[in-house]
């Protein structure tokens, strides 16, 4: 008899970091480099993912990356990765990076915002089937319904583009 997976709450695999903008990280305008604004998200993503199917994942897509406002040398950016979708194997997460000039004490400002898919696997790197969303408040509910459309919309694109 196969076991039932029970319903996870987005909070359980939630993940924030931080990070400090160095001179390394610049491009020649003093901003950071977009290579590693995305190398960021698609590491917190990972983390949420796994967190949320305690299961290995391996990134499907990098469905949508906007870039909001650029992020100079010395400031912090904090990321947040949050589940917004589930399937089958599959899970979708937002991830909202948001810059910080300590210095100016201004608060923090949206500089990224990401959607990536991630798949879960088994021991032998096949799709696994991962927890439900559990959607707690009517926020969970919309942001659900909403990476569900893009979702739909992101497979007929795939199907219009392979075929």
Same mark, same amino acid.
């Not at 960021?40 to 906007?66: G, K, M, P, Y």
């Given at each position: 008899?196969?076991?039932? !997976? ?13 990070? @400090?903008? @160095? ?10 480099? =977009?290579?590693? !604004?995305?190398?960021? #998200?698609?590491?917190?993503?990972? !983390? ?22 650029? #992020?100079?040398? =010395? ?27 300590? $210095?100016?004490? =201004? ?13 879960? @696997? ?12 559990? @959607? ?14 893009? $979702?739909?919309?992101? !497979? ?8």
């Amino acid at each position: 008899m196969k076991t039932k !997976i029970q319903p996870k709450p987005a909070h359980l695999s939630t993940v924030e970091t931080y990070h @400090l903008v @160095l001179p390394s990280h610049a491009n020649a305008l003093g901003s950071i480099f =977009g290579g590693t !604004i995305m190398s960021w #998200i698609d590491i917190a993503a990972a !983390i949420c993912a796994q967190r949320h199917s305690e299961r290995v994942c391996v990134t499907a897509s990098i469905d949508a990356l906007h870039f909001i406002s650029p #992020i100079e040398v =010395g400031d912090s950016v904090h990321l947040r990765a949050r589940v917004v979708f589930t399937g089958k194997s599959s899970m979708m997460i937002e991830v909202r990076a948001e810059h910080e000039n300590v $210095r100016s004490q =201004g608060g923090r400002s949206l500089s990224a915002l990401a959607y990536l898919t991630f798949v879960a @696997l088994d021991e032998k790197r096949r799709p696994t089937k991962v927890p439900p969303l559990e @959607l707690i408040s009517d926020q969970d509910r919309a942001d659900f319904k909403a990476a569900q459309r893009r $979702r739909e919309s992101l !497979i007929a694109q795939r199907h219009n583009d392979f075929n």
